[in-house]
């Protein structure tokens, strides 16, 4: 439990970080497009029909998860380290994003408060393929056993 605390202290850290003189990492072209598919692993609300828009921008890029989910993501001062762009106010409840590009794969952090205190922290790691991503959903919140999920996203659109 310590440690969970302790990599949620390190990812706000990183979100925090103001911008630095070294290069960052840039998004993989082969992450950039519309991607769809099907979720399958443990049966909760992740499993199922899923969509993502990842657009490329300058300096930066974007995450579009329907219904309404929109994250800006801007360098955040360490190689392949991003942060969001909107301010966050975390302990009233809203979402934070981080995200990390290592060797072409892009990690997505989403961490949230409760209304009780507890956490909600999930990521998603997209791996680019020949005709689209391979996604892996992990999910872990207060009082109740990790959970994971996993599907093939096809490109499509533009």
Do not use: C
């Not at 970080?17 to 960052?24: L, S």
């Not at 990842?54 to 930066?60: D, L, P, V």
């Amino acid at each position: 439990m310590r440690r969970l605390y302790w990599l949620v202290a390190l990812g706000l850290a990183l979100l925090a970080a103001g911008p630095a003189a070294f290069a960052q990492q840039a998004l993989p072209d082969a992450l950039n497009g519309e991607f769809r598919g099907t979720l399958s692993g443990y049966g909760g609300e992740a499993d199922g029909a899923f969509t993502v828009t990842i657009r490329k921008g300058s300096g930066g890029f974007s995450v579009t998860w329907p219904p309404r989910i929109v994250a800006a993501f801007e360098p955040a001062g360490r190689p392949g380290v991003f942060k969001t762009t909107e301010d966050v106010h975390i302990l009233d409840g809203q979402p934070v994003y981080w995200a990390r590009v290592v060797d072409q794969i892009l990690i997505i952090y989403s961490a949230q408060i409760d209304e009780h205190g507890g956490y909600h922290i999930d990521n998603f790691t997209y791996v680019p393929t020949a005709d689209g991503l391979e996604l892996e959903v992990r999910q872990v919140m207060t009082g109740a056993a990790p959970k994971f999920s996993s599907g093939k996203l096809t490109r499509y659109g533009g």
